[in-house]
Structures are given as structure tokens and as C-alpha cells.
């Protein structure tokens, strides 16, 4: 130690804390000057304090885990008893639904019922989606070779997805129900009311052309109805929603947002056409009887 | 006659200390300033409590004053700053405001250590309860200034309000420690 006077040692230990705080202040001005040397310094600390703290947090999340084990432990009495008394109350419901699928069939086959065709399908992944700012539709690689010809049905694990536009070689393009373009019959499943589902590149299409006298409730079940060629009735669409009065909307089953893995559906309905009836007469276009009178003169004459 | 023959007549002359007695006093005397240091990272620990964030300054500042009054040596200025530092550093506030703080409160403790280390513990409760509001107050007001806006006071008064609190408490352990396992003299 160097050998100094005992006055001025006295001296310069009275200097210590001015200096010191000069030195806090300086500290409060370079922290605000240079932001970035603070965080650096901070997340070193942190870094070095980071096991320490992990031991700190080990004990907490084990006790916490132990206490919320012991916790569902006391209730495994009520838990058991509330499945026990689901269980009962969902076996009723299974012998519910077989009575009735057997009444099902029994009527069907008094009716003579004809079952509709067993639909075949391609399975196939959605590999890009080609929205833009106008357009709602996806690209879907699968085997075309299979089968899949152009306006086809395609679903997803829950509800009507679209409907197919074009075809490529490995790929097909897929119109989505909510492209603006797109325009689908639909039946609504409370009301009775049939009404066109218009998309118009939201999320949520309109329904339009619906009877005004019986109007769409909420929150009832919009299925397709059948009324065009490929697309059977009864398919799952969507919901009907009011964002404001006098204006529905139907929200989508189908998770149109993040699709994955769909269907595409063959239900080969262009085959079927309408049979002739006998002694039906068909009816005279508007063009046909406007000719007639400016050629039988003509003729005549 | 040389000071070997009659040491106990020359109380300033003594043999030179051994090694484990020399290391002795350099822990007894550093206890304080340790357990403070471990206070601050204990507080900082992700513990959850309730409290935990507004508790750390009230044990740093009733620390800091108890032991500047009593013992400026197991309390010095390098040490404050030090602490001081690790606080904000542990801290996310802006850098150095609670360093001045913490050195502003052990300058006061230290002028006016000889007439508070005589006061009854009350009045020394008093005293210390008017400087760690005005050191609140100047935090509050430091951290105001340098992030531009009004920070809310509430939370600086329960901060103030726990210092209040815990400071009793601590200048019964303090004492006790001061007597016993951080006492020197005792080495």
C-alpha cells in the first residue's frame, strides 16, 4: 500500500462519494445516450444468472405440478360419477338412434325407396392457395387420372369447400364457395326456404334471391338443394348468421381459411336426365310465336 | 522498555493476526454488504410473490441506512455503488437512478450517523421513514424525467410504504447480527 499522510488519506476518503455519485450521474447519462450498452450489459447479467434462476424455478414448477396432481385426485370421486351418469344417459341415446335406423330402413323399404348412387371420390392435398385480392381458390394435387372431371364437388372433413374449375395434368383448381363468382343453390334446413348462396370474396358469403315472407333464422343449417346437375341435395354448407338486420350470411363448415386434405367428389348426376312424358306439350317459346305472323303473310302473298 | 515486554500497557500495538483470524474479519465484516447482495438477487429471482418487485428497493435502502449508521465499514461507499449497480442492472427501469438514490441515502446516513446511531429506535424508524420518501420521491421523479411522461405514483407509495414497514423488522435481525455472526471484534 502506498505510504500516504493521515490528513490525506482522511481527504481523499471524503472524496469517495462525491465522486461515486458524479460517477451515478454519469451512469444515468450514458444509459441515456447509449440504450443499447444497457442491454447488453443487462441481458449478460441475465445470461450468467439464467441457471441460477432455472434452479430457483425447478422447485416452483414441480410443487405446483404435484399440487394440481393432488387437487384432480380429490376430484376422481365426482369425475366418475358424472361419466358414470353420461354413460347412462348417451346408451340411451345409442338405443335411441338404432330403433330409429332400424324404423329407417323398414320405412325405406316399404316406400321402395331407391338409395341414392354411393358417390366415388379422389382424396388429394391442397398444395397452394391462389387467392388474391380477387379470386377465392386453391390448387389441389391429385390424381386426375382417377377421375375427376370438371364441376365436381369438393369437401373438406366438414362441409362443402367448392367446386372444381379447371383441371391440369396433377393439379386441379378449385373454385371456392366464397369467390365472388360463385353462385350455389341452397336449401336452409328450418325455415324450409330455398335461397342462392353469392360469394363475394369475404369470408362469409351472402344469400340472396331468399323468399321475403319467410325469412332465414339464425344460427339454422344451410345444406345444398340439389337443383343443379353434380351436386346433390343435403350436402353441409354452412350456418346462417345476420350481421345486421335483413342481411344473412352463411358461415362456412369447411374451414376455408387453412385447408388441408380434401375430397373431390364424382356424383356423376349429368348422367341423369328427366324422363319424356307422355302426352306433355312443349311449351312455345316467346321467338317462335312472334315469327308466325310476319311469314304466313309472307307465304300467302 | 519495548512494547513485546509489556504489550498491555500499548492497547495500539498487538500481534500480527494469523491468516484464518484475518479471513475471519474480512467475512465477518463483509456479512452485511454479502446478505444484502443476496437479498437483491433473491428478490429478483423469478418467484412470483406478491409484492417481490416493490420489496427489493425497501430492504436495499433500510439495509443501506442501517448499516452506514452502525458500521460505515461493513457498509462503504464502493460497496453501495456496487450494489447499487446490480440493482439496476437487475432492473429494467432506466440505468443508475436507483445507484444515486442508494448513494444519496448512505451520504445522509453517514453525516448524520453520530447523532442517529445515539437516537432511540423510533426516532431512527422516523428519521429513516422522511429519507426513503424523499429518496422515493427523487426516483419517482428521476425515472419521470428521463422516460418523458408521468410514471403513476401509486406504485412508488407502496414501494415507500413497505420500506416503512420492513424497517423494523430488518433493525431487529441487523442488531441481532451485529452482536453476534457479523461482529469483527467477536472474530
Given at each position: 500500500?502506498?505510504p500516504?499522510?493521515i ?6 476518503e471524503?472524496?469517495v462519494?462525491?465522486?461515486l455519485?458524479?460517477?451515478a450521474l ?8 447509449d440504450?443499447?450498452?444497457?442491454e447488453r450489459?443487462r441481458?449478460?447479467l ?5 441457471p441460477?434462476y432455472?434452479?430457483?424455478?425447478w ?5 405446483r405440478?404435484l399440487l394440481?396432481?393432488?387437487r384432480d385426485?380429490?376430484?376422481?370421486e365426482?369425475?366418475?360419477q358424472?361419466?358414470?351418469?353420461e354413460?347412462?344417459?348417451l346408451?340411451h341415446?345409442?338405443?335411441?338412434a338404432a330403433?330409429?335406423a332400424d ?12 338409395p341414392d348412387?354411393s358417390?366415388?371420390?379422389v382424396t388429394?392435398?391442397?398444395?397452394r ?7 377465392r381458390?386453391v390448387?389441389?394435387?391429385a390424381n386426375?387420372?382417377a377421375?375427376?372431371?370438371?364441376d365436381e ?11 372444381v374449375?379447371?383441371i391440369g ?6 373454385l371456392l ?8 343453390p341452397?336449401?336452409l334446413?328450418v325455415s324450409h ?5 353469392a360469394?363475394?370474396n369475404s369470408?362469409?358469403?351472402r ?6 315472407d ?10 345444398t ?8 341435395a ?8 345476420y350481421?345486421?338486420p335483413?342481411q344473412?350470411?352463411?358461415i362456412p363448415?369447411?374451414?376455408l381459411?387453412h385447408?388441408d386434405?380434401v375430397?373431390v367428389f364424382d356424383?356423376?348426376?349429368s348422367?341423369?336426365?328427366p324422363?319424356?312424358?307422355p302426352?306433355?306439350i ?5 321467338a317462335d310465336?312472334?315469327s ?10 | ?5 509489556a504489550p498491555?500497557f500499548?492497547?495500539g500495538i498487538?500481534p500480527r493476526p494469523?491468516?484464518w483470524?484475518?479471513l475471519?474479519?474480512?467475512s465477518r ?15 429478483s429471482?423469478?418467484?412470483g410473490l406478491?409484492g417481490?418487485a416493490e ?7 433500510s439495509s443501506?441506512?442501517?448499516w ?6 461493513s457498509?462503504?461507499?464502493?460497496i453501495?455503488?456496487?450494489l447499487?449497480?446490480?440493482v439496476?442492472?437487475?432492473?429494467f427501469g432506466?440505468p ?8 444519496l441515502?448512505?451520504g445522509v446516513?453517514?453525516s448524520?450517523?453520530y447523532?442517529f ?6 426516532v431512527l ?7 426513503s420518501?424523499?429518496a422515493?420521491?427523487l426516483?419517482?421523479g428521476l ?6 411522461h408521468?410514471v403513476p405514483m401509486?406504485?412508488?407509495?407502496f414501494q415507500?410504504?413497505?420500506?416503512v414497514g420492513?424497517f423494523p423488522l430488518?433493525?431487529v ?6 452482536r453476534?455472526?457479523?461482529n469483527p471484534?467477536?472474530?
Amino acid at each position: 500500500m502506498i505510504p500516504l499522510s493521515i490528513t490525506l488519506r482522511q481527504a481523499l476518503e471524503r472524496l469517495v462519494l462525491p465522486i461515486l455519485i458524479v460517477a451515478a450521474l454519469g451512469i444515468i447519462l450514458l444509459g441515456q445516450a447509449d440504450r443499447s450498452l444497457t442491454e447488453r450489459v443487462r441481458m449478460g447479467l441475465a445470461d450468467i444468472l439464467a441457471p441460477a434462476y432455472g434452479l430457483v424455478v425447478w422447485p416452483q414448477e414441480q410443487a405446483r405440478d404435484l399440487l394440481g396432481r393432488m387437487r384432480d385426485m380429490g376430484r376422481i370421486e365426482i369425475e366418475n360419477q358424472r361419466l358414470r351418469a353420461e354413460n347412462a344417459n348417451l346408451r340411451h341415446w345409442y338405443d335411441v338412434a338404432a330403433a330409429l335406423a332400424d324404423e329407417n330402413a323398414a320405412l325405406k323399404a316399404n316406400l321402395h325407396w331407391m338409395p341414392d348412387p354411393s358417390p366415388s371420390f379422389v382424396t388429394g392435398r391442397v398444395v397452394r392457395d391462389t387467392s388474391g385480392l380477387y379470386a377465392r381458390s386453391v390448387l389441389v394435387a391429385a390424381n386426375v387420372d382417377a377421375g375427376i372431371h370438371k364441376d365436381e364437388i369438393v369437401l373438406d372433413g366438414s362441409g362443402l369447400v367448392g367446386r372444381v374449375t379447371e383441371i391440369g395434368s396433377r393439379s386441379v383448381r378449385v373454385l371456392l364457395l366464397t369467390d365472388a363468382s360463385s353462385r350455389i343453390p341452397v336449401r336452409l334446413e328450418v325455415s324450409h326456404g330455398a335461397a342462392i348462396m353469392a360469394g363475394d370474396n369475404s369470408g362469409t358469403p351472402r344469400l340472396i334471391y331468399y323468399s321475403q315472407d319467410n325469412p332465414p333464422v339464425e344460427g339454422e343449417r344451410v345444406v345444398t338443394n340439389g337443383e343443379i346437375d353434380t351436386m346433390p341435395a343435403g350436402l353441409p354448407v354452412g350456418q346462417i348468421h345476420y350481421v345486421r338486420p335483413g342481411q344473412p350470411v352463411v358461415i362456412p363448415f369447411a374451414s376455408l381459411g387453412h385447408l388441408d386434405i380434401v375430397r373431390v367428389f364424382d356424383y356423376g348426376r349429368s348422367a341423369v336426365v328427366p324422363p319424356d312424358a307422355p302426352g306433355r306439350i312443349p311449351v312455345r317459346r316467346p321467338a317462335d310465336s312472334f315469327s308466325l305472323p310476319f311469314s304466313s303473310p309472307l307465304g300467302h302473298g | 522498555m519495548t512494547p513485546d515486554q509489556a504489550p498491555e500497557f500499548q492497547p495500539g500495538i498487538q500481534p500480527r493476526p494469523s491468516l484464518w483470524r484475518r479471513l475471519d474479519m474480512l467475512s465477518r465484516r463483509g456479512l452485511p454488504a454479502a446478505l444484502t447482495g443476496m437479498a437483491v438477487l433473491l428478490l429478483s429471482a423469478p418467484f412470483g410473490l406478491p409484492g417481490q418487485a416493490e420489496l427489493l428497493p425497501g430492504i436495499l435502502l433500510s439495509s443501506v441506512f442501517f448499516w452506514s449508521v452502525f458500521r460505515p465499514a461493513s457498509m462503504s461507499s464502493p460497496i453501495v455503488f456496487l450494489l447499487g449497480m446490480l440493482v439496476d442492472l437487475l432492473g429494467f427501469g432506466p440505468p443508475g437512478v436507483m445507484l444515486l438514490v442508494v448513494l444519496l441515502v448512505h451520504g445522509v446516513a453517514l453525516s448524520g450517523r453520530y447523532g442517529f446511531s445515539r437516537a432511540h429506535i423510533l426516532v431512527l424508524w422516523l428519521v429513516f421513514d422522511g429519507v426513503s420518501l424523499a429518496a422515493t420521491a427523487l426516483q419517482w421523479g428521476l425515472i419521470s424525467a428521463l422516460s418523458l411522461h408521468l410514471v403513476p405514483m401509486i406504485a412508488f407509495a407502496f414501494q415507500w410504504v413497505l420500506g416503512v414497514g420492513v424497517f423494523p423488522l430488518l433493525c431487529v435481525v441487523f442488531s441481532t447480527l451485529g452482536r453476534s455472526i457479523a461482529n469483527p471484534d467477536r472474530a
